[in-house]
């Protein structure tokens, strides 16, 4: 089990509150992604309900009871941390060993967990490293089965791929969504990552300044963002945002319309001339100037288009994706 | 982090610092040359370096004369056992200001650093009533409780620095994997922080087998270590330059071999944190 409920949580670091009053339900088994600019409290949070830091009030639930005094030894959760911090002076064996030696867990139970973490990660020939021998990814792999094999209420992880090259993130990426599959644990999982955090979570929770902006089901927050920032923040390339005229038209202070729902067509609505042109193979992106709408407009087609910097094209928006926003920034209906 | 040095530059600096090595080392190295020539040669002008009538008078002499053993065991005593004294009490201290730094941290560790720039000889007096007072003049105990004093803060400083180059979240991972304080300090903070605690021990030994002022001001007969075995050969009535330097050179020998054999540990120590 391991449900987790914050209720009115707050933390200051001497006179700056970082975390202002925020709710949060996170259900048993849920992979629950905390995503925000840098500096929002996401390490915070998690910290917070790791028992890393003290709260300054409020209260932290977890399965129903309160834990905001229990010390982090005692709280049943699993941190894999952003630098891996694996005990450097134990070879891997240990390291994986020690959450259960720590917990009194007989022997030949340690072992027998440790070989099938080992052969579920890919460690069984590292056992006797020590983990200054190993690759990065090779050590976040040890530290993900520092954690299983204590089988924990929660998992908690802070930007636990940022140190991996483009290519074994990805990998890793499906060996933890695999594993939550497998153990059907409760994970929460900080991450800068746009694809990270719509291909992992089944909830995203968008923080800004410590506020919770938003929080739902991915196809949820693209399809429904319910504010400018949260619009901005999810998806890849960004949403446009446009003001003025073109958003007066659909009654609203700002409109956004995301680069996959502009077309480009004969004879659009919109004129343009390219400026950059990025050839992905699968996928184009324009970035479209001289539009009259925004800066840049962005623009993304599948497929390879023959466009080039300087040429000139015309797009039309796909009206029943454009989402409407009024003055207060607030999703408009 | 290895960049190229042309095969010039390597030989100036092999060159440079065996220069600079030679000078530091010269005074101890005519010491012990002088400790094996006659008194006569030993203040013949122009000195003789390495051709003169090499005899072992001297170090027979020195050792019938005195009770070098004795001296020797208080010198091990007094330095080994104020520097565990030192390190029980600084290691505490020094966990607790690396890693849970209060407000006053920064000021608590300029103060203890500041008490190493007043002279020893300021606080002579009330140590030295203080010591008359409670019966402590003339005894190990005694001295083993003021090197440990004078040495604290640097064996706080020195320890409070190994210890800020452990990363805190390798605590905290301990923390998390159900380690409660008594484990976490003895299953990972210690094991990390072991080559600093050796080079501090081992530092501080040298120190404390090396301090003269208060090994000379509060010991007679006793608790005398060989600082007070040196010092009973620069007498003012006859000059014994070969006879001190037979004695000098017994004196340094033990802390000169311990040294040599720990050096690897000291100077990884000493640059603890420089290399990543
Ligand atoms: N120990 C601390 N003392 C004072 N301020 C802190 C402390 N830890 C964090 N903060 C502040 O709290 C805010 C949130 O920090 P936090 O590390 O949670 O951000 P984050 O969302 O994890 O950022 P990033 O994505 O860059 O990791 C920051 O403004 C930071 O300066
Ligand atoms: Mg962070």
Redesign the interface.
């Known amino acids: 089990m391991g449900q987790i409920t914050l209720e009115k949580v707050t933390k200051s670091f001497g006179d700056v509150e970082v975390i202002p009053p925020l709710d949060l339900t996170i259900e048993d088994g849920e992979f629950c992604v905390f995503v925000g600019p840098s500096g929002c409290g996401k390490s915070t949070l998690l910290r917070l309900i790791?028992?890393?830091e003290d709260i300054s009030s409020g209260a932290i639930k977890i399965d129903g009871s309160d834990a905001s005094d229990v010390?982090?030894?005692?709280r049943g959760?699993?941190?894999v941390?952003q630098?891996y911090?694996?005990?450097?002076?134990m070879s891997v064996r240990k390291n994986i060993a020690?959450?259960m030696k720590?917990?009194g867990v007989s022997q030949d139970e340690q072992n027998r967990r440790i070989e099938s973490a080992a052969k579920a990660l890919n460690l069984t020939d590292y056992l006797e490293r020590r983990p200054g021998q190993l690759s990065g990814g090779q050590r976040q792999r040890v530290a993900i089965g520092?954690a299983i094999v204590?089988e924990p209420a929660a998992f908690l992880f802070d930007e636990p791929l940022s140190n991996l090259d483009a290519a074994l993130r990805v990998g890793m990426r499906l060996e933890i969504s695999e594993l939550h599959e497998r153990l059907k644990t409760t994970m929460i999982y900080v991450t800068h990552d746009q694809v990270e955090a719509m291909t992992m979570a089944d909830k995203i929770v968008v923080l800004r300044a410590g506020n919770i902006e938003q929080v739902g089901s991915p196809l949820d927050l693209y399809k429904h963002p319910r504010n400018l920032f949260v619009a901005g923040f999810i998806g890849s390339p960004k949403m446009n945002l446009i003001e003025g005229e073109a958003a007066a038209r659909h009654d609203a202070k700002t409109i956004g319309i995301r680069p996959e729902h502009i077309e480009v067509t004969e004879a659009g609505e919109w004129q343009g001339r390219v400026g950059v042109a990025e050839h992905l193979g699968s996928d184009t992106f324009l970035h479209v100037h001289d539009t009259g709408l925004t800066d840049i407009l962005t623009v993304r087609s599948t497929g390879e288009m023959g466009l080039r910097h300087g040429d000139c094209v015309s797009l039309s928006p796909r009206h029943d994706q454009i989402h409407r926003f009024d003055a207060s920034g607030l999703r408009m209906a | 982090m290895a960049r190229a040095v042309s095969n010039q530059r390597k030989a100036i600096n092999t060159a440079v610092a065996w220069i600079i090595a030679l000078l530091i080392f010269f005074p101890i190295l005519w010491t012990i040359l002088t400790s094996f020539k006659t008194e006569a040669e030993a203040i013949a002008d122009p000195p003789s370096f390495l051709f003169f009538n090499w005899t072992l008078d001297n170090y027979t002499t020195v050792q019938a004369r005195s009770d070098y053993f004795g001296h020797f065991w208080n010198s091990v005593v007094i330095s080994v056992g104020s520097t565990i004294l030192g390190l029980i009490i600084a290691i505490p201290s020094a966990w607790a200001m690396a890693f849970v730094p209060g407000k006053q941290t920064k000021n608590v560790l300029m103060w203890m650093l500041s008490t190493k720039m007043l002279p020893p000889v300021g606080v002579l007096v009330p140590i030295y009533l203080i010591f008359r007072d409670v019966g402590l003049l003339d005894t190990r105990f005694g001295l083993v409780i003021v090197l440990m004093l004078i040495n604290l803060p640097i064996i706080i400083w020195m320890l409070y620095s190994y210890f800020r180059e452990i990363p805190g979240e390798i605590l905290e991972a301990a923390r998390m994997d159900g380690a409660g304080l008594r484990s976490e300090i003895l299953y990972v903070l210690t094991p990390m922080a072991v080559p600093g605690i050796a080079s501090t021990l081992l530092l501080n030994i040298i120190l404390a087998w090396n301090e003269a002022f208060w090994t000379l001001t509060l010991t007679a007969a006793n608790s005398a270590p060989l600082t007070a075995f040196i010092a009973s050969y620069s007498s003012p009535e006859g000059l014994f330059y070969a006879k001190l330097s037979a004695a000098s050179t017994m004196a340094i020998a033990p802390i000169l071999i311990m040294g040599w054999f720990s050096q690897k540990q000291l100077v990884r120590g000493l640059t603890f944190g420089a290399v990543k």
Not at chain 1, 85 to 89: E, G, K, S, T, V
């Open positions: 790791a028992g890393l010390p982090p030894a005692k959760l699993a941190m941390f630098s911090a694996l005990y450097p002076h020690f959450p720590m917990a520092r204590r």
